[in-house]
C-alpha cells in the first residue's frame, strides 16, 4: 500500500524531554511538511522540504527542529525549548511543494506528562 | 500576512438538503483554493482543487466556487447525507510555497 504513515499515534512527553516523531512516505514525493493542529484552530506550518537534505521553516518553528536525511523519511523532533507542546501533530506529503495537492499522515496527538 | 476565515461556528443541516461553506482570504491573490475534508483525530483528505481561472468546479455532490473579486470561495455539498458531517478546511499557497489553511468549518448532516 502506498501511503504517509505517521508513529507513534499518542505519545507522552517529560518536563524539559525532547520527543521525535516520525514520518514516512512510500509515494515518491519530493516535499513533505509538519504542521501543529490545537483544538479550534486550523493547521499551522511547523517545517517544510521541498527537496533532500534542504528544509525551511515555516510559521511557528519555534521549539522544533527536522532533518531530511532521505527522500522517504522527515521526522520532527519537539524540543524541550517548546514551551506549550500539547497539540496533535500531522506530516503531509506532496509530489513536487506548491500546486499539488497534500497527503496526510493519521497523526500523533502528544500530551505533556 | 496571509489570512483564512472560515466561520467557527458549526453548520448544522438537515439530510438532502444543501450545505454551503464560506472561505474568504486577504493580503493575497492565490493562483488556486484547496477544499479538504477532516474527520475527528484523523488527517485532512484532500476534496477538490480550483483554479483562479475557474469560476466553478463540480465533483459528484460537491461544487466549489472562487471568486477572486471578492477573495471568496464558497463550497456546496448538495443531498447532502449524515455520512457528510466532518471539518472542512479550505486552504492555499502563499509566498514561498506555503500552505495555509483555515480553521475550518464543522458540518452536522441530521438524519
Known amino acids: 500500500d502506498g501511503g504517509i504513515t505517521q508513529s507513534p499515534k499518542y505519545l507522552f512527553r517529560k518536563e524539559g524531554q525532547n520527543v521525535t516523531l516520525s514520518c514516512e512516505q512510500n509515494l515518491n514525493h519530493d516535499a513533505m511538511y509538519w504542521y501543529r493542529q490545537d483544538p479550534g484552530q486550523g493547521l499551522r506550518l511547523i517545517y517544510y522540504?521541498?527537496?533532500?537534505?534542504?528544509?525551511q521553516k515555516g510559521d511557528i518553528a519555534e521549539g522544533y527542529s527536522v532533518s531530511r536525511e532521505k527522500k522517504e523519511s522527515f521526522p520532527l523532533t519537539v524540543t524541550s525549548a517548546q514551551k506549550n507542546p500539547t497539540a496533535f501533530y500531522l506530516c503531509a506529503s506532496s509530489m513536487r511543494g506548491g500546486d499539488e495537492t497534500q497527503y496526510f499522515g493519521p497523526g500523533t496527538r502528544l500530551l505533556v506528562l | 500576512s496571509q489570512k483564512i476565515e472560515q466561520n467557527s461556528e458549526a453548520l448544522n443541516i438537515q439530510e438532502g438538503k444543501t450545505a454551503t461553506l464560506t472561505c474568504n482570504y486577504t493580503?493575497?491573490?492565490?493562483?488556486?483554493l484547496q477544499w479538504y475534508r477532516q474527520d475527528p483525530g484523523r488527517g485532512p483528505v484532500f476534496l477538490l482543487l480550483i483554479r483562479e481561472n475557474e469560476k466553478e468546479k463540480r465533483k459528484e455532490r460537491l461544487k466549489v466556487t472562487f471568486d477572486t473579486t471578492l477573495k471568496q470561495s464558497l463550497f456546496h455539498i448538495t443531498a447532502s447525507q449524515p455520512a457528510d458531517s466532518a471539518t472542512y478546511l479550505c486552504?492555499?499557497?502563499?509566498?514561498?510555497?506555503?500552505?495555509?489553511f483555515g480553521s475550518g468549518t464543522k458540518l452536522n448532516v441530521k438524519p
Open positions: 493580503n493575497y491573490s492565490p493562483a488556486y
Open positions: 522540504s521541498h527537496i533532500v537534505n534542504d528544509f
Open positions: 486552504a492555499l499557497v502563499g509566498n514561498f510555497n506555503k500552505f495555509y
